[in-house]
């Protein structure tokens, strides 16, 4: 994996991003929402895999594509408590009124994180922007690129 001073990684692997994942879960907050965006097979739920390995989550992650919301019991390793990770796939959605029917201002509190592929809508629904992780595909078949909003 190389990180460079623009905030972007090249990884070879889906090994190598979820291992970016479970890094970066390091700078991220309870109560925080990160958006991640990209297209279909980018890596945003390889990723989330590793975000919730840092959090010690015991479930196996997959992406919410049918349901909009899988959630995970974890604990956060820097103080111990307990901690949800919401993970949202907005794939599906088409109206940002429909975060309204789901309860959507819930999940984000200060015992949770949020990690919302396909963020766009929920970006609207709220009025304002997510830190942000982005995926794109590199030249080789096993390469992603990921950058970093920085924050
Ligand atoms: N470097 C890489 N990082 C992440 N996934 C990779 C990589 N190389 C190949 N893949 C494959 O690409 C797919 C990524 O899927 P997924 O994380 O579900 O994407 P998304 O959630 O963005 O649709 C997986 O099948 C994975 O095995
Ligand atoms: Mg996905």
């Given at each position: 994996m190389k990180t460079s001073p623009e905030n972007i990684i090249i990884s070879k692997s889906e090994k190598e991003t979820i291992a970016a994942g479970k890094e970066y879960a390091e700078s991220i907050k309870p109560g925080e929402v990160i958006g991640l965006k990209g297209n279909l097979g980018s890596g945003k739920t390889q990723f989330v895999k590793g975000i919730s390995s840092?959090?010690?989550?015991?479930?196996?992650?997959?992406?919410p594509t049918f349901l909009i919301v899988n959630q995970y019991e974890g604990?956060?390793?820097?103080?111990?408590?307990?901690?949800?990770?919401?993970?949202?796939?907005?794939?599906?959605?088409?109206?940002?009124?429909?975060?309204?029917?789901?309860?959507?201002?819930?999940?984000?509190?200060e015992k949770s994180i949020c990690l919302i592929e396909w963020s766009r809508l929920a970006e609207e629904f709220l009025g304002m922007e997510f830190r942000e992780v982005n995926f794109d595909f590199g030249e080789k078949e096993t390469e992603r690129i990921i950058k970093f909003t920085k924050k």
């Open positions: 840092y959090y010690n989550v015991k479930d196996i992650v997959n992406s604990a956060d390793p820097a103080t111990g408590k307990k901690i949800t990770v919401n993970h949202f796939d907005l794939y599906r959605l088409k109206f940002k009124e429909e975060l309204e029917t789901i309860g959507f201002e819930d999940y984000i509190n």
